[in-house]
């Protein structure tokens, strides 16, 4: 651009009297530098104008994917005021001398978002025709990632599939190119069908020759890297057999889950059995402690019923583990026995009915004969008692004079 700059400034001064014209020059239409690097884009200018009163200097970037230019700096030579966005306020710095003409843009710790063009404007009152900006493109050069190779397909007999190879970063963008060898390690010409293009290596009809190893390398001006990969080309009867056998374990292990949890319900339900027959005997127990204390004899006798009632309990627990196989029957016989027990015990409860009915008839005769034996007990200490009173009545009577005869009928 700088080259047809100064022959369209000389015209323009030349054919044009009395205009001035501005000149902005950029030295190169590009530049690269490497990431992470502190630049200069260097940008110059001239005015037929001496010491212009006002110059206002701006560069800016271009937008990303069709967004507008982005302002990044803009400079006020009346004042000498520099204002910067803030995106680049800790990045950027303009280097400027109004006086030789110098507006150059100074970036700090450059990356791959300062890969775009900028763009040095100048405004100078008075002095608007000829060139008054000029562009340049900034390259930040960044090495190659390590590519990334894959299989895109089945890697079956007669199948079509694409090896592909891609580095995640890399700029200027980096080119792809793909190696072939065989099972042996040695260097093999692509078949004729095979395309190699932007990192994608199509085969197609593969079979058992097209097995090896693919190396892919990824270049730019930096340096360049690689991944290669293993290709196993199988016929489509081993990749069924393969499916065929997963399919059968898949089938087991389902299998032996459902009798797992089969198994898992039986043991359940037979523990609850357990722990009703369980509740039921306690329950049982209490009921016959509750019973009225007896003598010896007949708990001597009630234990040993008790006592057989347990062996036969036992007996009959030994007898439903042996038939688990028929839980309900056993079921339904303990029920059985327990109602036995049950109408036992109601005839026990009878018995002592008996008894204490016995014993209230004894109690009453012994409280008839207590009461004719205190009756009696009265009546004798009445007698006794008149008979007292006869005697002091009889010693209160006067004595006979001692000429009159006792009577002889008297004590009669």
């Not at 000149?23 to 010491?51: H, M, W």
């Not at 900028?118 to 009152?125: A, D, H, N, S, T």
């Not at 190696?179 to 069908?193: D, K």
Request: hydrophobic share 25%; proline share 6%; charged share 35%.
């Amino acid at each position: 651009m700088g080259t047809w700059i100064f022959p369209l400034t000389f015209a323009c001064l030349a054919l044009v009297s009395g205009v001035r014209c501005i000149t902005v020059v950029i030295p190169q239409v590009k530049y690269e530098f490497a990431r992470g690097d502190n630049i200069t884009l260097p940008c110059t200018f001239q005015s037929k104008i001496t010491n212009p009163s006002l110059i206002i200097v701006t560069w800016t970037a271009e937008g990303v994917n069709g967004a507008d230019d982005v302002v990044i700096l803009t400079h006020y030579s009346l004042n000498g005021r520099t204002d910067y966005i803030a995106a680049y306020e800790n990045r950027a710095k303009l280097d400027v001398d109004i006086q030789t003409g110098k507006v150059n843009l100074k970036l700090f710790s450059i990356s791959l978002d300062d890969n775009r063009r900028f763009v040095c404007r100048l405004q100078i009152p008075g002095d608007g025709e000829g060139t008054p900006a000029d562009t340049v493109e900034l390259v930040v050069l960044v090495a190659p990632s390590p590519p990334i190779c894959k299989v895109e397909g089945r890697a079956e007999y007669g199948q079509n599939i694409n090896l592909t190879c891609r580095s995640e970063e890399g700029s200027p963008p980096p080119t792809y190119k793909w190696e072939n060898r065989n099972v042996n390690n040695v260097p093999r010409m692509n078949e004729p069908r095979t395309t190699d293009k932007g990192g994608i290596l199509s085969l197609y009809n593969i079979s058992k020759d097209t097995s090896g190893f693919y190396i892919c390398t990824s270049t730019n001006k930096i340096r360049s890297a690689s991944c290669n990969l293993t290709l196993a080309v199988m016929p489509p009867s081993m990749l069924g057999s393969v499916g065929q056998t997963a399919g059968i374990i898949a089938g087991v292990v389902a299998a032996l889950l459902i009798i797992i949890i089969i198994v898992y319900c039986c043991c359940c339900k037979k523990k609850d059995k357990d722990e009703e027959y369980t509740m039921g005997r306690v329950e049982a127990e209490d009921y016959h402690d509750k019973e009225p204390t007896e003598n010896g004899e007949h708990r001597a006798a009630r234990d040993d019923e008790r006592n057989e009632r347990d062996t036969r309990e036992h007996r009959d627990h030994d007898d439903r583990h042996s038939d688990y196989d028929d839980p309900r029957s056993d079921y339904d016989d303990r029920r059985s026995d327990y109602t036995e027990r049950r109408s036992d015990y109601d005839d026990h409860r009878s018995d002592y009915d008996r008894r204490d009915r016995y014993d209230n008839d004894r109690r009453d005769r012994r409280y008839d004969d207590d009461r004719r034996d205190r009756r009696y007990d009265d009546d004798r200490r009445y007698d006794s008692r008149d008979r007292r009173y006869d005697d002091e009545e009889y010693d209160d009577r006067p004595a006979p004079p001692a000429n009159k005869p006792p009577r002889r009928d008297y004590d009669d």
